[in-house]
């Protein structure tokens, strides 16, 4: 394909998602318009490693080389334990690209405002993948290429408020892709796009959203892969709280409103 073609087809995927999902131009472009990178087709093979046994914070710009990173010491659990410290923590508007976390993982990564995690992978996720933590109405937390395997409950937490943009992400054997946090303290509208992903059964939910907070979820090119009996779940909607209880399923599935798409935007492969 030609390089004047390739960018008429990234223009066309764009104004596709601001047509779908009702957003500016500007902030899909924000989101997802790191075309150069692209997302491997197949899992990286590790350049070194890296013990690491106190998170590591990050600003600007974290290039890891596709380097290895591992927990040790109180970094060095890979259960389900909440509260978990990270092993990179972003500061807002930082970019983490190009690593690999191994395992333990401890809680992966957090995010304290917008944040970019470009070609991360994730082999075998701990608590979460990614914490998305910012407190704005006008944070952007951008996925953007890389994947994760066994992600036992959630891969992507999303804690604070804003939007979240999932691109070209590979995830296998895994709970939920991502989940709105059901009751947190602190409540916060969420918006969040998952667009030309590729995930491997078993699982048991894309997202997970709550509809009075007024989250939304657009679907967009999933492509599901050895599920054939359809059991893994597309949008998942609750009934959030503040108060720490477990929060009420209401129902899943596209319904216009809340989760935004059509069965054409899912295949079966």
């Known amino acids: 394909m030609s390089q004047h073609k390739r960018r008429l087809t990234r223009r066309r995927t764009v104004a596709a998602l601001v047509t779908a ?3 500016t131009g500007a902030a899909v472009f924000t989101s997802v318009s790191l075309s150069s990178a692209g997302a491997a087709s197949a899992w990286p093979t590790a350049k070194g490693s890296q013990s690491v046994s106190s998170t590591i914070s990050v600003s600007g710009t974290y290039d890891g080389g596709y380097k290895r990173f591992t927990g040790s010491g109180d970094l060095g659990g ?19 690209k190009n690593v690999i976390i191994g395992s333990p993982a401890a809680d992966g990564v957090h995010c304290a ?3 970019t995690l470009q070609n991360v992978w994730w082999e075998d996720v701990g608590e979460d993948a ?29 804690n604070g408020a804003g939007k979240l943009v999932i691109t070209k992400f590979q995830l296998s054997n895994f709970g939920k892709l991502v989940r ?8 916060y509208k969420r918006t969040i796009i998952v667009n030309d992903v590729d995930i491997t059964a078993p699982g048991k939910a894309i997202a997970g959203i709550n509809t009075n907070y007024g989250d939304t979820v657009a679907l967009r090119n999933i492509r599901i892969h050895g599920d054939s009996s359809k059991k893994i779940k597309t949008c998942v909607r ?15 599935g596209p319904d216009g409103t809340y989760c935004k798409f059509t069965a ?5 492969e």
Request: hydrophobic share 25%.
């Open 130 to 158: 990614a914490t998305f933590k910012g407190t704005s109405a006008s944070s952007v937390y951008t996925v953007y290429g890389g994947g994760a395997k066994s992600a036992t409950d959630k891969t992507f937490q999303f």
């Open 78 to 96: 890979s259960g389900q334990d909440e509260g978990q410290d990270p092993i990179f923590n972003l500061k807002d508007g930082a970019v983490l």
């Open 238 to 252: 609750y009934t959030g709280n503040s108060t720490g209880a477990e929060p009420t399923e209401t129902g899943s």
């Open 113 to 115: 405002g917008s944040c």
């Open 21 to 23: 999902v009702g957003l």
């Open 180 to 187: 709105s946090c059901g009751n947190c303290s602190k409540q």
């Open 264 to 268: 054409s935007d899912i295949s079966y």
